[in-house]
């Protein structure tokens, strides 16, 4: 028998460790079968697509890896993608069995397998143990459900597949974490107690009992990592599912530093830690941190989430002294509104995140990623201003400019009444309105995120926003402007090219300033476009620079020689930088700049 592990990730450079942690711990139980009896045993695959790729090719792909049952792994941005598939696999493939697991399809189990008839049941919450176990009752029965349902409707077979069955229904009672419904025995769908079962949850696991998930790289040369060294959360945080699971547990730091030891002497360009808040204990933090500085291969870099706040002093000195790019940080503040904060049931002290966030921003040797989320309580259009100025003070190198989900199963979603918190019916759930937050308003801040997203968070633009900051009262002036911009000239929901964007951008400056200055602003853009490359092409604004070559060539002889390695500009202000891609800065990746001359008419001009 083949059971297919199926998981629909967001992007191709993503990977879902849960079917590989799942297949893991079932391999590492000593096999499928039950000891004593040779029934077939079941082989587990993992396939990944993405929800990018047809579905009709999907459904092409598992048909021909001829699954007999078919697990799949459902989050709020593949959930209905993964429906999709439920609803055409048995006309293809009638006997499979079809099982669904992952965070969106726990909360509500019993009421999905009512609406979705296809599937036959779920895996619910931590899935190890659940996954394993049924694959031993699978082993037992020797097939799918279906096929020895429809087995019993042959004479001579019936009372073999029924007892068959049975067995198999009986080993599934002693199955934590599972919902399933019940079928192929007599009078069992007259009863509806007996048509969907649903066990309890079971105790959560020692996470060092969970073997390593990588016993290769072999199809993650080009992906994202992604590695557990915790599970579960302290906080309460009332939108979030983690909330849920205050049972916070770590995996031994013996086994995590060898882990870690695999993927720093295969020089993995990155390791994404998926710990809710990598930094809840200290000990085990530190340890890891100074384990990864101490072995560092000048290459992986290793993702965190962390809560600033819970840092101390020791920590900051031991990041500081970390290679620029060994780690990077993410954020999630989420929120300056203090009522917003308390009623999330958020603790946040945010002098001490601001004192944090510079620290490490003075070290200039760990990206910071800031979190906001919109349409949480309390917080309307205003008060969300608020917020994004101050995380836009702290200047990180990444502001993410999010939207509330209001997902099943979370506090949230239990006070969208209260809240007058209307959200989209179908997954991601995302927030339309709340008694704070017209529609409008939403939509406004969706032309706020875009613009932060294209001019602040792609860190192309930086000096360049560093000047055009002071023609507004404030940075969210500053992107809600630019969103006006873009909507009233028809450049909204278009693909631009970078160079596009400059011009764009050029564009928009001449409308808020006045002329004597533009000439700062041209000098800003191209020091931008080529602060990150050695463009090929020149925006329409930018100075011509032929009549300087030779001057140019006096300054930087061996300019022929080093061909693409370095670009020479002439700014309208006079000075001569050079741009050095031989020298790139290790945490932003901009070219080593270098002013190397002023070129001045007698009369002072240029």
């Known amino acids: ?42 082989h587990v695959e993992i396939v990944e697509y993405t929800i990018n790729n047809q579905m009709e090719q999907i459904l092409e792909d598992v048909y021909q890896r001829k699954p007999d049952v078919l697990g799949i792994s459902c989050y709020i941005w593949n959930v209905q993608y993964a429906l999709e598939l439920v609803h055409d696999i048995h006309k293809v493939m009638p006997d499979a069995d079809i099982w669904l697991g992952g965070p969106e399809v726990s909360f509500d189990a019993p009421e999905l397998l ?34 020895v349902v429809r087995e019993a409707s042959v004479p001579e077979a019936g009372d073999t597949a029924v007892s068959a069955l049975e067995d198999f229904w009986r080993k599934l009672e002693g199955i934590a974490n599972l919902t399933y419904r019940v079928c192929g025995i007599a009078g069992a769908k007259a009863d509806p107690d007996m048509e969907i079962r649903d066990q309890p949850l079971r105790p959560v696991m020692d996470m060092s009992r969970i073997p390593f998930l990588y016993p ?9 990592v992604y590695y557990e060294s915790s599970r579960g959360c302290p906080f ?37 830690f998926v710990d809710r808040t990598f930094n809840c204990r200290k ?35 031991l990041i ?53 989320i919109a349409g949480l309580p309390y917080e309307d259009y205003e008060s969300f201003h608020r917020s994004f100025n101050d995380v836009y003070a702290m200047e990180p190198e990444q502001l993410q400019l999010g939207f509330l989900k209001v997902l099943k199963g979370s506090y949230m979603y239990e006070m969208a009444e209260k809240y007058d918190l209307v959200c989209r ?133 061996e300019l022929r020689a080093l061909g693409t390695q370095v670009h020479v500009e002439v700014l309208r202000n006079g000075e001569i930088l050079l741009f050095d891609y031989r020298e790139k800065d290790p945490l932003t990746r901009n070219a080593k700049l270098m002013r190397i001359g002023t070129l001045q008419t007698e009369n002072g001009e240029v």
């Open 1 to 42: 028998m083949k059971f297919l592990l199926t998981a629909m990730n967001a992007k191709y450079i993503h990977s879902n460790p849960g079917v590989y942690s799942l297949k893991t711990y079932a391999e590492h139980q000593g096999g499928f079968c039950p000891e004593g009896q040779s029934l077939p045993c079941v």
């Open 114 to 147: 009512r609406r979705e008839t296809e599937v036959l049941g779920v895996m619910k919450g931590e899935g190890e143990e659940t996954f394993a176990a049924l694959l031993h009752a699978y082993g037992a029965l020797g097939g799918t459900v279906r096929r």
């Open 216 to 224: 290769n790289l072999k199809g993650f040369e080009h992906r994202i």
């Open 236 to 272: 309460s945080c009332s939108y979030c599912l983690s909330s849920i699971d205050k049972s916070v547990r770590f995996r031994s730091l013996e086994l995590v530093k060898q882990e870690l030891d695999f993927f720093i002497e295969r020089k993995v360009p990155q390791v994404k």
């Open 283 to 317: 000990s085990h933090a530190m340890a890891i941190w100074q384990y990864i500085q101490e072995h560092d291969n000048g290459v992986t870099n290793f993702h965190f989430e962390v809560a600033a706040d819970l840092m101390d002093q020791a920590e900051l000195e």
């Open 320 to 372: 500081r002294q970390m290679r620029p790019g060994l780690i990077q940080l993410e954020i999630g503040v989420q929120s300056t509104n203090p009522d917003t904060i308390r009623e999330i049931h958020r603790k946040m002290d945010l002098d001490k995140v601001r004192q944090v966030v510079a620290q490490i921003n003075d070290g200039h040797n760990v990206h910071q990623h800031l979190d906001l």
């Open 425 to 557: 019916t179908l997954p991601p759930y995302e927030v339309l309105s709340t008694r704070w937050l017209p529609y409008d308003d939403v939509l406004r801040l969706k032309g706020v995120e875009d613009m932060v997203e294209v001019y602040y968070n792609s860190r192309q633009y930086t000096k360049t926003l560093q000047l055009l900051i002071r023609e507004f009262a404030d940075a969210f002036a500053m992107f809600e402007q630019l969103a006006r911009y873009y909507k009233a000239h028809g450049l909204a929901g278009l693909n631009h090219s970078r160079m596009a964007r400059y011009e764009i951008l050029h564009d928009f400056i001449r409308e808020q300033t006045v002329p004597e200055r533009m000439a700062e602003y041209e000098d800003a853009l191209i020091c931008d476009v080529y602060l990150r490359e050695n463009a090929k092409s020149r925006p329409a604004f930018a100075r011509e620079q032929a009549p300087f070559k030779n001057r140019i060539r006096e300054l930087v002889p």
